[in-house]
């Protein structure tokens, strides 16, 4: 069972940072792509970056120039770094790992972490 622990959420101020971490396990992690993508309260989830394999990145308009997203294929971890966080930044934030076979797409998700950005 592939399993994609996330941690690093919290409740923050606006303007601060925080920095997510999505632990693998039982997938050959340098052979996947990884993503993370948030879901606020009666939103549709919706991405936020994505990491390739050969570590090109693309992130959401709304994040780009204050989130970072970045993997250590040796510790099976993928980072986001989120700062100058905003109040619309609140959601849930999931780990995604994503790979291509054929036809086919296997997709995994994490649990999920909560971001909270209020005074």
């Known amino acids: 069972q592939v399993q994609l622990l996330e941690s690093g959420g919290g409740l923050v101020q606006p303007g601060g940072s925080l920095r997510l971490s999505c632990a693998a396990s039982?997938?050959?992690?340098?052979?996947?792509?990884m993503g993370w993508y948030r879901q606020a309260p009666g939103k549709e989830r919706e991405l936020v970056a994505t990491?390739?394999?050969?570590?090109?990145?693309n992130y959401a308009d709304s994040v780009k120039g204050r989130f970072t997203i970045s993997r250590d294929n040796a510790k099976n971890t993928v980072y986001l770094q989120m700062n100058s966080l905003k109040p619309e930044d609140t959601a849930v934030y999931y780990c995604?790992?994503?790979?291509?076979?054929?036809?086919?797409?296997?997709?995994?998700w994490g649990q999920g972490t909560q971001v909270t950005v209020s005074s």
């Open positions: 990491i390739t394999t050969l570590v090109s990145t």
């Open positions: 039982r997938i050959i992690f340098s052979l996947y792509n």
């Open positions: 995604n790992a994503q790979q291509q076979r054929g036809w086919e797409r296997y997709d995994y």
